[in-house]
Nanobody, 112 residues
């Protein structure tokens, strides 16, 4: 069974930081493209960041230079470091692998 599990979300104050994790099972991340998306109720999903199998990274406009996506292949894990968080970043953050596999999401709430 292929499964992605996100963690690391929580409640933070504006200007704070969080480090999200996406752990895969039944899939080898070192050979997969992994991306982060986010969604708030009643809003369309937003692309946050992508890291390719080769380690290349790309970011959506919402990152605004504040976010960093990284791999730790020995742990089959992809991270999303988020700094300088704003209330607008409040959303459920989802991990996506190989375009079609999704995790359950982790809630990020930024207070003002």
């Amino acid at each position: 069974q292929v499964q992605l599990v996100e963690s690391g979300g929580g409640l933070v104050e504006a200007g704070g930081s969080l480090r999200l994790s996406c752990v895969g099972s039944g899939i080898i991340f070192s050979g997969s493209r992994v991306a982060w998306f986010r969604r708030s109720p009643g809003k369309q999903s937003e692309w946050v960041a992508t890291i390719t199998a080769e380690g290349d990274t790309r970011y959506g406009d919402v990152a605004k230079g504040r976010f960093t996506i990284t791999r730790e292949n020995s742990k089959n894990t992809v991270y999303l470091q988020m700094n300088s968080l704003e209330p607008e970043d409040t959303a459920v953050y989802y991990c996506n692998a190989a375009y079609t596999i999704w995790g359950q999401g982790t809630q990020v709430t930024v207070s003002s």
